[in-house]
């Protein structure tokens, strides 16, 4: 979480308000498919995103995430910038654990 934290303030002091299209977002990797080295994460909100390199991912890590909203109010459209892995002490955090 930590890192995490540190990664947003990174990117801000970095961009300042000139990168009023980047935002951060934790989600939960759900599927690896390692054939195709696609690996899908799940946010709070439950949309569904894919990014290649499996790495040494597992399903239930957590990872953050700085996204992209391409300037568009639509969600279904953005984007991933970066991918950080934050751990597993979250595996259970949709489940209210």
Known sequence: MKKIIAIILSI???CGTASAE????VARIVEINLAE????????NGFLYAFE???DYAEGDCVGMIMNDKGTDKV???EIVMVQYCGWELVNWYAGE
């Open 53 to 55: 390199g499996c790495e």
């Open 76 to 78: 279904f459209d953005d």
């Open 12 to 14: 801000i002091a970095l």
């Open 22 to 25: 980047l935002y951060p977002e």
């Open 37 to 44: 080295d696609i690996v899908t994460v799940e946010t709070f």
